[in-house]
């Protein structure tokens, strides 16, 4: 039995998801359900015992003693997490309150229930804790990509918040020996992603007819994997990497946020051309860029693969094409995640963000 924290979130469902595809081992799923959770992400496992849902807060250190007693897992993976730059500009507190305090409520709930384990599942036992190539910082344009040894320069409240949780997961195994593991994932993409994100965000407003927002120059680069390699990468860290170790994971993938605007109305217009026969780009806008809009990021995945073995299964241009066709598959999703609460963010986000 292993504990998955964030499990109806995008990473975390398509981690749920895998995980109970490739093996048989039971999981517990702890999700606040805050506007980013979503039920229906795990719809195909409804009737499945191997998987058990709690709606809860991975602050709520009295719900999480109980699960731990209940479950014996002998892993905890932590996606929980609040995810959205933009959103943690316009308000931090939620960030600190689950990123930080909340990590460090899970953090002590998971060290009281490891230390009274008996001998071998004490051994056994592993806290995976899932983290953000954001943390490193900006990179120049021709810096060598962020090894595991690059300092931690966080600058948006998101990823100083994300940085915070890491310094306390790693403060955890050197002064309890919590036998902790984190991952540093760059940008990651694919079915069940949100759409306040940019590609998911880019589908659904190109087929809405609506304007595509391209902050600033459109010149800032990310570096994307699609979203079942990292799932892979943390199967794969959580089975044998080094306790104490942090691991990037990445897909060698950089690429200016325009150019992943053009590929995407590109894959529209072949999938599904607009009826005047117009391409989808003539709805590119730019807008107001980000404040502190960090400029690019890289990952050196190479301590994964050196020590590990991992590597993507998708290139860009494969996983980009599934990812575009799941959305068109998937009217249905796409019209329940946009509620009342979506509608509202986009309107605080994006109304007169022309520049
Ligand atoms: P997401 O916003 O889609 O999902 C987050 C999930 O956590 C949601 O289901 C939400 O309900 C849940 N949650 C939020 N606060 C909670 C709380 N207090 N208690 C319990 N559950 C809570 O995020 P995501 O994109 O799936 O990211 C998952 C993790 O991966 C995060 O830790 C994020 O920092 C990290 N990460 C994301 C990316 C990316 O590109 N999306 C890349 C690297 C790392
Ligand atoms: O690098 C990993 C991070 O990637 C994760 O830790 C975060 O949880 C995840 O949200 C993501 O952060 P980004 O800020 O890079 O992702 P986002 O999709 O919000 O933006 C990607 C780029 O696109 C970024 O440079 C901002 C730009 N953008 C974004 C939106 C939503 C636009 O130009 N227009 C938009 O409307």
Redesign the pocket.
């Known amino acids: 039995m292993i504990l998955v924290t964030g499990g109806a979130g995008f990473i975390g469902a398509n981690f749920v998801l895998d995980w109970l595809a490739v093996g048989d081992e039971p999981v517990v799923n702890l999700d606040k359900l805050t506007y980013a959770g979503n039920l229906h992400n795990l719809d195909s496992l409804q009737g499945d015992a191997s998987h058990v849902f709690v709606q809860g807060d991975i602050g709520d250190r009295t719900l999480l003693d109980r699960l731990l007693a209940e479950h014996q897992p002998r892993a905890v993976i932590n996606f929980a997490a609040e995810?959205?730059?933009?959103r943690s500009i316009h308000g931090p507190e939620d960030f600190i309150q689950t990123n930080v305090v909340g990590t460090f409520r899970l953090l002590e709930a998971v060290r009281h229930y490891w230390q009274a384990l008996p001998a071998t599942q004490k051994e056994a036992f592993r806290f995976l804790h899932v983290s953000?190539?954001?943390v490193y910082g900006s990179l120049a344009p021709a810096a060598a990509a962020f090894t595991e040894e690059h300092n931690y320069e966080p600058n948006s409240p998101y990823s100083a918040s994300k940085a915070a949780s890491d310094h306390l997961v790693r403060a955890w195994h050197h002064t309890y020996g919590l036998p902790v593991l984190t991952t540093n994932c760059?940008?990651n993409y694919g079915p069940l992603h949100f759409p306040?994100?940019?590609i998911p965000?880019m589908i659904v407003n190109a087929l809405a007819g609506k304007s595509l927002?391209?902050?600033g120059d459109?010149m800032?680069i990310?570096d994307w994997l699609y979203v079942k390699d990292h799932c892979s990468a943390i199967r794969r860290v959580l089975q044998a990497g080094r306790l104490g170790e942090t691991y990037n994971v990445g897909g060698w993938n950089e690429k200016p946020?325009i150019d992943i605007v053009n590929t995407v109305c590109a894959l529209l217009d072949e999938l599904r051309p607009r009826s005047d026969g117009q391409s989808y780009t003539t709805q590119i806008t730019y807008v107001t860029d980000?404040p502190g809009?960090d400029r690019r990021?890289a990952i050196d995945a190479r301590k994964l693969e050196r020590e590990l073995g991992w590597k993507p299964a998708e290139t860009f241009e494969t996983g980009i094409r599934k990812t575009v066709q799941w959305y068109l598959d998937h009217p249905e999703w796409v019209a329940q995640v946009q509620s009342g609460a979506y509608r509202e963010w986009v309107q605080k986000q994006y109304e007169g963000a022309a520049a």
Not at 83 to 86: G, I, L, M, Q
């Open positions: 995810s959205h730059v933009d953000t190539d954001e760059s940008n306040e994100k940019l965000l927002p391209v902050y459109g800032q990310r946020n980000r809009h990021y």
